[in-house]
Every structure is written in structure tokens, then in C-alpha cells.
């Protein structure tokens, strides 16, 4: 035990052992995901339990079918998927249902599939997340949750919005 001055007292801190850090640190990488609703969406071969697991998956590229069962579960058109993923809708029809998209299209994908899952877990219906993510929000400088989600940190913003929901503070 580890004893050190402060200027108003003294106090103590326990020595930690490099094995309880270690543990600690692989506890925390854990991501509560909910992978029926990504199962669903993106197929049962996908299973992301922590963020190792997400990289991976990311790597890996999703298909464009499972790209347009997000979209759908969103309530996106092709039109405004393929604006969030700056994308030509021309190039997007050009791809077939089987082929595996890059990186970067992959983890705006997946993004977005967390969003989805969040406001599952908030909202309930696909309805109401629909309605949601095309109406503006005043924590969101009076944008709506679709026009952010074209950038990373815009995704980030609206995952923040729902947390700050789910935690009862007004968004």
C-alpha cells in the first residue's frame, strides 16, 4: 500500500497488480451490442461482441443486399443512401446484390446499423425510428439525424443524442 501527500491529508492508495489491470482492460473492450437486431439486419454469420469483433467486420465488407435490409429498416430510399454514403446512385445500381463493398462503405454500414440499434432499444418500432431520424432536433442544431449521418462524427453526434435520451435528458 502506497501512501501519499496531498496538501489538506493524507491518503491511501491499494498497489494493483499487473494481472487486475490486464483484466480490467479486457472487461472494458466489451461493447453491449444486441446482435439479434445486427444478426437480422446483416445476417446470422455476423456476430460483433466487442470492438475487435467490429474492426473485424469491417475488414471483412458487407454485401449490398444486407446494405438495402438496413436501409429498409431505416426507411431510406437508394436515393438517400446513397447520399449518406456519397455515393452515385448510378454506381450503387451498378453493384451486385452479392458484392462486397470497401472498408469506408462498410463502416458508414455499420454505423449506422449501431444507430439502429440503439433507437431499437429507445423507441421500439421502426415507425418511430423512421419519423425520428427525418426530424430536426434542437441538440442537433435543428438537423435531422439523417442529414448528420454521412460523417463519422456525425453519427457520433447522433449516437450521442440518444444516449442523452435514454438518460431522460431533453434532445
Known amino acids: ?49 466487442n470492438d475487435f469483433e467490429l474492426i473485424a467486420a469491417t475488414r471483412k465488407g458487407i454485401h449490398k443486399k444486407e446494405l438495402l435490409n438496413l436501409a429498409k429498416a431505416l426507411g431510406l430510399s437508394q436515393e438517400e443512401l446513397c447520399k449518406v454514403l456519397h455515393m452515385s446512385t448510378r454506381t450503387f445500381h451498378r453493384l451486385d446484390d452479392t458484392a462486397t463493398l470497401d472498408v469506408y462503405t462498410t463502416e458508414q454500414a455499420l454505423e449506422m446499423a449501431l444507430i439502429y440499434e440503439k433507437s431499437l432499444e429507445i423507441f421500439s418500432s421502426e415507425v418511430a425510428i423512421q419519423m425520428w431520424l427525418k426530424t430536426p432536433i434542437r441538440s442537433l442544431n435543428m438537423q435531422t439525424p439523417l442529414s448528420l449521418l454521412d460523417t463519422g462524427f456525425g453519427a457520433k453526434l447522433v449516437l450521442d443524442t440518444l444516449n442523452a435520451i435514454e438518460e431522460g435528458v431533453f434532445a
Open 1 to 49: 500500500m502506497k501512501t501519499y501527500k496531498n496538501s489538506r491529508k493524507k491518503y491511501q492508495q491499494d498497489a494493483i497488480s499487473p494481472s487486475v489491470v490486464a483484466d480490467v482492460s479486457i472487461q472494458s473492450l466489451k461493447v453491449p451490442m444486441h446482435n439479434n437486431s445486427i444478426s437480422a439486419l446483416f445476417g446470422s454469420n455476423l456476430s460483433i461482441n
